[in-house]
């Protein structure tokens, strides 16, 4: 039959079938294939014997977190404490756009910021929707439980941006540890250990250990460019333009023009020379 793995510890792989949960290990065969399975794997196995004996074909998976089969992903997006980082929001949402996954961006403790602080965010935040993200607050919980409806999501961001406490507002049955802000260091304290999916009404819910630093692999550099979704809109004369160095880059002229946000240009050229 077939179910859902929900967590992971050890060797014990937590299948989700019909509203009960199985802790079942691999077949033996998976080690010697060097078969690894990862939270939201769709998989066949066998609830009386509790042995998974094969991992179906993934829609995507990112190996940090390590999760498949997300559907979309709520970028959980500290404004203050710690300080917004458009870096890693941009960083975050290219991610997203590699391996299919709507992006979410949804913004936390928009309460801590001066009034010419959130003037700026928010003109920032402005623009990300008119480039067709969907942009929310943590506050409206009746329209993040909607969202939450047949899909497998994916809770993710910045340490202490505020996820496990979104998540315990959501349902408080879950219960997840919360974190302090290191005042010193202007960052969260990790407190998310285990990736974990939660049942939610028809769909599910990972959360994700905290973390502020990613990597892009080779494999996804190559797809970076067309991750910018806004560049799309501007059509370059060179066919493999890489918004770097050519002359007649329309990237490049509308980034000049205030068409497209210079900050996240910035972020493009960054992650494309990433090592």
């Known amino acids: 039959m077939q179910g859902q793995i929900i967590k992971i510890i050890s060797d014990l792989h937590y299948v989700s079938y019909q509203d009960e949960i199985y802790p079942c290990k691999c077949r033996g065969i998976f080690r010697k294939e060097h078969i690894i399975p990862v939270v939201g794997d769709y998989v066949l196995f066998n609830k009386d014997k509790k042995i998974i004996e094969k991992i179906l074909p993934r829609k995507n998976c990112f190996q940090r977190p390590k999760v498949s089969n997300i559907d979309q992903g709520f970028i959980i997006t ?16 290219v991610l997203m756009e590699i391996n299919n996954v709507k992006p979410i961006i949804c913004i936390t403790k928009e309460d801590l910021l001066t009034k010419n602080e959130s003037k700026e965010i928010l003109k920032i935040l402005k623009y990300y929707e008119n480039i067709g993200y969907e942009v929310i607050s943590n506050k409206d919980i009746s329209k993040i ?4 409806s047949n899909k497998t999501s994916v809770f993710t961001g910045q340490t202490g941006a505020g996820k496990s406490t979104l998540l315990n507002k959501i349902n408080s049955k879950w219960d997840l540890q919360t974190g302090e802000i290191s005042l010193a260091l202007g960052r969260g304290k990790h407190t998310t250990r285990v990736v974990e999916a939660f049942v939610f009404g028809s769909g599910k819910v ?3 250990p905290g973390f502020s630093a990613l990597n892009f692999t080779k494999e996804d550099k190559l797809k970076i ?5 806004e560049f799309k809109k501007y059509p370059c004369p060179y066919k493999d333009c890489t918004h770097t160095k050519e002359v007649e880059c329309a990237v490049k002229k509308n980034v000049l023009a205030n068409n497209i946000l210079k900050d996240r240009y910035l972020n493009y050229l960054s992650f494309i020379k990433e090592e």
């Not at 404004?79 to 975050?92: N, V």
């Open 145 to 148: 439980k909607k969202l939450l």
């Open 206 to 208: 990972i959360d994700t």
């Open 225 to 229: 460019k067309d991750a910018f979704v």
């Open 78 to 93: 500290s404004l203050k404490q710690p300080d917004f980082s458009l870096h890693l929001l941009d960083k975050l949402l």
